[in-house]
């Protein structure tokens, strides 16, 4: 059974930062790339940035470009998602998902939720001003 397990969330000030982390099982990580989606209350998920399979590449939204970085760590199958510089604007639940090979090389698949063959549960960020 394919897990995929946020943790890190929380609550921190404007400015600050947190690290959220995505902990795979069941699943080979190392045929996965690995993204982070969030979403607010009553919108769609929407994208914030992908991990390649093995790291080598990274993509990110517009929104968290050069505030968030991704990595991941092929030996514990987990994928971490730093973001520095906070704004009550990224108050979300954050999600993790799994893709399968590398279709997310379209930047128009990267950004469909639909795609992504397994989900996390979430952890809520919250920012406060």
């Known amino acids: 059974q394919v897990q995929l397990v946020e943790a890190g969330g929380g609550w921190v000030q404007a400015g600050g930062g947190l690290r959220l982390s995505c902990a795979a099982s069941?699943?080979?990580?190392?045929?996965?790339?690995m993204a982070w989606f969030r979403q607010f209350p009553g919108k769609e998920r929407e994208f914030v940035g992908l991990?390649?399979?093995?790291?080598?590449?990274?993509f990110y939204a517009n929104s968290v470009k050069g505030r968030f970085t991704l990595s991941r760590d092929n030996t514990v199958n987990i994928v971490y998602l730093q973001m520095n510089s906070l704004t009550p604007e990224d108050t979300a639940v954050y999600y993790c998902a799994a893709d399968e090979g590398t279709d997310y090389l379209s930047l128009r698949n990267r950004y469909n939720k639909d795609r992504y063959d397994y989900w996390g549960r979430g952890t809520q960020v919250t920012v406060s001003s």
């Open positions: 069941g699943l080979n990580f190392n045929r996965y790339a």
């Open positions: 991990i390649s399979q093995r790291g080598g590449s990274t």
